[in-house]
């Protein structure tokens, strides 16, 4: 639960997933051999972490990444720290140590569990972590691990064996002008003085181009500056206070100690000089504050004693003021105006949640500076985070729970699909259609056959033609039958006549039709083919489709259940974060306000001085 | 009053330092408390997100019917990728726009999951038409065509784009995972 000013250089080691910087062609390539751990490692590398870890424990679930079983572990384990689940994490990479993998991925493991151990407050279980990395990490993880290493040590008070970690680190200026002011921070915080000194006015020294190494110069000279001065070396306080910029964040702190050096060296008027500058800056920062009380305090020292009581009584109004405005800001945050105001509205819209987002921006409201100290704070920032992810994970919950209401009704259709459609396959495929379809069509072949065979002219007429011809074979039969009669003899010749007729009508088109009859066949064929192939398909489906939808209306109201318990339990959390955050902003703006109320009875104490040594007689 | 000062001096170290507390011990612990709290809601969403997912993908997409077309880039050297249409047995099934971001994400050793669909067993053709930059940043725009049996199982499809170092051009072929 802490986090420190390296945190955002660190973010990049983990997964690349802040590679955005960096051209793609210089990136290093994963070797993908199951495809759905590359869609993991897609949804990563865009930033959609919660989608990534989704798909990840699905498709874990389906066994569907045999080849990177142990970096899959590994990459969850990342993704859950990613989202600030840390105790999840710690087991997933604990796991991957578990199992036989080789020594690049237990390097990572350890490296993990040292950084998760570190995030939680477990130092000695970090250092021995990040101990066991055998060889090199990544050259994006060396930097990262060495300061988490010398950090735990610090805290652990192992001063020396953090020292030693840092000296035998060869990393970038950054990196190191971090390192060495964290360790000269916390040699100064176990009275190490003048080693810490040492370190802090190296830093103090430095030679820096870009506003965050500028930033950090300021920090390593106020820091010197101060312990200087607590340790009632004022010149040499004064000479780190004014490395500080007068433009920088840290120069209203850095007038204010600057004039406290002048002070201690008993040189007042000297140290009106910085308390003036500081006294016309904006009243809401605390040496601005502290200021309006040393500037009378200096002019009373001198014996100024009009130009004092003057700016007592101007102190006395603006802490009058500002009590005011602080009641204000306190009354705002009751009614909920804090996290709208730092996180906009709606929070689920936010493009990045997770263990790693900052806020960048402070939001543009009275209470803003105030709660600068705890807006920077790990414990302000954690929460945020969390309330953010809350937003966001209810949000999600909510489609899910709108998608559930569409299944459920799918559900139901299927039903009564497979209710309505299963007996009437069953009904088809028991009639066997096709079979008697085939066995008609091999009479047909047959009947076609045996015309063909037989030379039967009239089978390939017309229907008219076929009648006609029945007709005159039994008129012949009849005139056969009787083949003496004079009254038939006409007949006969007409009959003759009309059989010669018809007979070179079928001649003439019998090929055509012999054709036509054996096109249609084939055609016939091709049908059946087709329906055959159907029906073997309809056959297929129906072994292998489900008559049910098996337990999925079961499976879908259990988790119904689960999404509503979920959801009450989110908005639960929501409102326990966002009653914590509002405390803890409400706690320090009444410790300012206390602060506050302290200087002006010290204020009105010192006026009241002055009045009554002004009204004594003189001696 | 000089030692107020001196009193409040120590105040200001302390913050320039970073040592000094924010909330008291109590929130601390409220903090922590919380967070643990929040940690395991965290933990239960992920599973149920997971359930969720789960159930959604075996009710839309069964095994025996899935069919998941996939991309991945190879260096992108030649070709800087801008779209890629998808078209099933003719029919447009996807059409998708890459933003910068995924393009990177793809160059990084990511695989899209572009498509996921149904199809049923038999023969198919998958047609995918990728548009973008080619050699010297001009307009360029190719196919690529696969004939592929759908068996019972579930079907993955790879669109491979990768950079043809011989010729100088950029290469785009379908692999069917069996």
Known sequence: MRTAPWLLLAVCGLLASCAGKVKPETLPKTRVA?????????????????????????????????????????????????????????????????????AGIRNRAWFYLGKVWYARGYDDRAVDALSKINGALPSEMEPEKVQLLSNALMHLERYDDAARVLRDWRGDDAWTAYARFNLGVAMLRSNRIAEGAQLLDAVGQMRAADDE???????????????????????????????????GAQSNRALLGLGWADVELNDYEAALTPWLTLHDRNLLDAAVQEAHLAVPYAFAKLGANDQAAQYYEQALTSFDQETARIDESIARIRQGSLLKNLLGDPQDEAPQRGWFWQLEELPDSPESRYLYPIFAGNDFQEGLKNYRDLGYLSSTLERWDENMIVYNDMIDARERAYAERTPRTDALLGSEAVSKLERRRKRLEDDFNAAVTSDDIAAFGTAEQRDQWRRIEKIESAIAANPNDPALAEAKDKLRLVRGALLWDLKQAQNERVYAKRRELKELDRALQEANSRWLR???????????????AQRIATLQQRLTALRASLAQAATDQQQLLSDIAINELQAQKQRIADYEVQARFALASIYDHAGEPSR | MKSSMRAFCLGVALHVLGLAAASGVAAEADTRALDEQIQSIKQDVVALNRDLFVLEEELLFPANTQVAVFLSMDVGEFFALDTVELRLDDKQVSKYLYTPREAEALLKGGVQRLYLGNLRTGEHELVALFTGKGPNGQDYSRGAQLKFEKAVSAKYLELRISDQQRKAQPEFQIKDWE
């Open chain 1, 213 to 247: 190494l500028l930033a950090l110069r300021d920090r390593a000279n106020l820091a010197l500056g101060y312990a200087w001065l607590q340790n009632q070396q004022p010149a040499q306080a004064r000479s780190a206070l004014e490395r500080v910029r007068l433009d």
């Open chain 1, 34 to 102: 199951d495809l759905h751990y590359g869609d993991v490692l897609f949804q990563n590398f865009i930033g959609e972490d919660f989608e990534a870890l989704t798909r990840l424990e699905a498709y874990q679930h389906w066994s569907l990444m045999p080849h990177h079983a142990a970096e899959s572990q590994l990459l969850t384990g990342g993704m859950y720290l990613q989202l600030g689940m840390h105790n999840e994490a710690a087991r997933r990479f604990e796991s991957v140590l578990d199992s036989n993998v080789p």
């Open chain 1, 538 to 552: 309809v056959q297929q489906a129906r072994a292998i489709a489900p008559t049910t939808t098996g337990n999925f």
